[in-house]
Nanobody, 126 residues
Framework: VQLQASGGGLVQAGDSLRLSCAGSRRDFNQNAMGWFRQAPGKEREFVAA????????HYADSIKDRFTISRNNARSTVALQMSSLKSEDTAVYYCASMYARRPEIVPVTQDVYQHWGQGTLVTVSS
């Protein structure tokens, strides 16, 4: 699966932003999807993930109740709606996919994801 992330930009603290990730293959709906981010000088970290059927999600504690992950299998896209952005949300955001044998799987660890997008930069100014 080739992934193309988009939607990053420069916003003010408190603003909202929507990231999108487009997949290239017909088996997009066989993949669980995740968003990760890497802030300057820090390691890449988990943000959110969604099962291949879209029914199950999981979020990092740091963004819970502010970010929402969703997917549209008909369009082979996954989105990350971010609200109440903070300066500490500044990072390069990556989408990733993992072939999932079961529809309910929500993977949260980076090493199980097989394909990664190129990243999109989100900068939140305070």
């Amino acid at each position: 699966v080739q992934l193309q992330a988009s939607g990053g930009g420069l916003v003010q603290a408190g603003d909202s932003l929507r990231l999108s990730c487009a997949g290239s293959r017909r088996d997009f709906n066989q993949n669980a999807m995740g968003w990760f981010r890497q802030a300057p000088g820090k390691e890449r970290e988990f943000v959110a993930a969604i099962s291949r059927n879209g029914y199950n999600t999981h979020y990092a504690d740091s963004i819970k109740d502010r970010f929402t992950i969703s997917r549209n299998n008909a369009r082979s896209t996954v989105a990350l709606q971010m609200s109440s952005l903070k300066s500490e949300d500044t990072a390069v955001y990556y989408c990733a996919s993992m072939y999932a044998r079961r529809p309910e799987i929500v993977p949260v660890t980076q090493d199980v994801y097989q394909h990664w997008g190129q990243g999109t930069l989100v900068t939140v100014s305070s």
